[in-house]
């Protein structure tokens, strides 16, 4: 049905970086998009950053 066969990581690679709205290529690529769009290009750890509840307590 297809004249090539796209390997599975690939394919996966695809999807997670078109769902995330990121760049997919090396290091200095996403720095160039980066650059180019003014948006960062990499994930950033999930979740609230450490210590903002002791921001909350000073209230």
Same mark, same amino acid.
Request: proline letters at 0%; aromatic letters at 6%; hydrophobic letters at 30%.
């Given at each position: 049905?297809? $004249?090539?066969?796209?390997? @599975? !990581? &690939?394919?996966? @690679?695809?999807?997670?970086?078109?769902?995330?709205?990121?760049?997919?290529?090396?290091? !200095?690529?996403?720095? $160039?998009?980066?650059? &180019?769009?003014? $948006?960062?290009?990499?994930?950033?750890?999930?979740?609230? !950053?450490?210590?903002?509840?002791?921001?909350?307590? @000073?209230?």
């Amino acid at each position: 049905m297809f $004249q090539y066969q796209v390997d @599975d !990581k &690939l394919l996966e @690679d695809i999807r997670l970086t078109a769902n995330k709205g990121l760049a997919l290529g090396n290091d !200095k690529f996403k720095e $160039q998009i980066a650059l &180019l769009t003014g $948006q960062r290009q990499t994930e950033l750890k999930r979740g609230r !950053k450490e210590g903002w509840r002791n921001h909350c307590d @000073d209230e």
